[in-house]
């Protein structure tokens, strides 16, 4: 997923999950059935699965723009110095 | 969010905390139910009551126990546990209590009963205090939710007593 899709899921599948929570409770009161309130709130759980936790491609629709391997080729990688490895070590 | 167990992860987390949420709002709307249960017990005979070879006053009766506890069921009850208990005081103890039946009721329509039982458990004294003794019988019952907390209560019966002879 890209990072919008990504943002997507997750608010997808906050608010579907608290719809089902919702709607669970009031049916279940309702019908003062606490069998009806877990089901229903399981089937909420299954579906917000099915919606958020998949590759679908609707969260892939701004995909990143990775640079074309031909022109990485040109601007060679800087050389590892000693300096900055010592840097580092001092850091942690 | 980039991979399928973050994901994934992040969705169970937040489900079981909806969950525990809707359980608890579950369990706060049994304040908002009417409770009236109402309870009547007759003792119909005094079968034996006589002293043990160890020196304990022991009883059998035979009880008649009608009760009402309809309206404790809610949508959150799992079973009612009653049970009934002989209440007296003695030179000794300033309170005995003395369990002499118990049922589960796991069903709103089975909470509705009355019956006709000899005492389920032993009703023996610490001592030879029961010659004439005048105690209480209560019903006690126990509510257990299928979410939440357990709460108990009573009801008081007094006025029973015992022969003042062994028989």
Redesign the interface.
């Known amino acids: 997923m890209d990072w919008q899709g990504q943002k997507l899921a997750e608010q997808l599948m906050q608010i579907l999950l608290l719809i089902a929570a919702v709607m669970a409770f009031v049916v279940g009161y309702a019908t003062a059935s606490f069998r009806t309130m877990m089901l229903i709130y399981a089937g909420g759980v299954v579906l917000t699965t099915l919606i958020t936790i998949p590759n679908w491609p609707c969260f892939n629709r701004h995909p990143l723009k990775w640079l074309d391997p031909s022109e990485a080729e040109k601007y060679p990688k800087p050389e590892v110095v000693a300096v900055s490895s010592k840097k580092k070590s001092s850091k942690k | 969010?980039?991979t399928?167990g973050y994901?994934?992860n992040?969705?169970l987390t937040?489900?079981i905390t909806?969950?525990a949420?809707?359980c608890a709002?579950?369990s706060f709307?049994d304040k908002f139910s009417n409770q009236n249960p109402s309870a009547e017990i007759q003792i119909l005979n005094i079968n034996r009551f006589k002293k043990q070879s160890h020196g304990n006053d022991e009883v059998s009766l035979t009880l008649d126990i009608s009760a009402d506890l309809q309206s404790l069921f809610?949508?959150?009850t799992k079973q009612v546990f009653v049970f009934v208990a002989a209440e007296y005081e003695t030179p000794k103890n300033s309170l005995n209590q003395v369990s002499l039946w118990d049922a589960i009721i796991p069903a709103k329509e089975d909470a509705k009963f009355r019956i006709q039982v000899s005492n389920k458990y032993r009703f023996i004294d610490q001592g030879q205090n029961l010659r004439g003794k005048e105690f209480n019988l209560t019903l006690h019952w126990h509510v257990m939710p299928?979410t939440g907390k357990m709460f108990a209560d009573k009801i008081v019966m007094p006025g029973y007593s015992l022969p003042d002879a062994y028989r």
Do not use: G, Q
Request: charged share 10%; hydrophobic share 70%; no cysteine.
């Open positions: 969010m980039h399928f994901r994934a992040a969705l937040f489900a909806a969950l949420f809707i709002i579950a709307s809610t949508w959150n299928k």
